[in-house]
């Protein structure tokens, strides 16, 4: 069974930076997509960047792009989300997800796992 596990969130004012990482097991990371998403209170999950197998493709939502960025090290199995610039509205708790096929979805039903989330509160 596959097992995500997030850490790096926390209290932040605006225009700081956080790192968040997410450490799997139980399954070749190697060959399969990863996603950042998050869900603020009262709104759907929403997706932030994803990464393929290889880093190859890093797709980003336009309200994170040029802020954050993601990487991801297959060697420890980890993906990492760097995130600089925070605003206020990227309060929300962060959950990491892998997707068993070669794409990077920006929906979330298509991701058949999840960790449990880290919250991120970035302050005025």
């Known amino acids: 069974q596959v097992q995500l596990v997030e850490s790096g969130g926390g209290l932040v004012q605006a225009g700081d930076s956080l790192r968040l990482s997410c450490a799997a097991s139980g399954r070749t990371f190697t060959v399969y997509t990863m996603g950042w998403f998050r869900q603020a209170p009262g709104k759907e999950r929403e997706f932030v960047a994803g990464?393929?197998?290889?880093?190859?493709?890093?797709p980003y939502a336009d309200s994170v792009k040029g802020r954050f960025s993601i990487s991801r090290d297959n060697a420890k199995d980890t993906v990492y989300l760097q995130m600089n610039s925070l605003k206020p509205e990227d309060t929300a708790v962060y959950y990491c997800?892998?997707?068993?096929?070669?794409?990077?979805?920006?929906?979330?039903?298509?991701?058949?796992?999840w960790g449990q989330g880290t919250q991120v509160t970035v302050s005025s």
């Open positions: 990464i393929s197998a290889m880093s190859s493709s890093t």
């Open positions: 997800a892998m997707n068993k096929g070669n794409t990077i979805p920006t929906m979330p039903g298509w991701y058949a796992y």
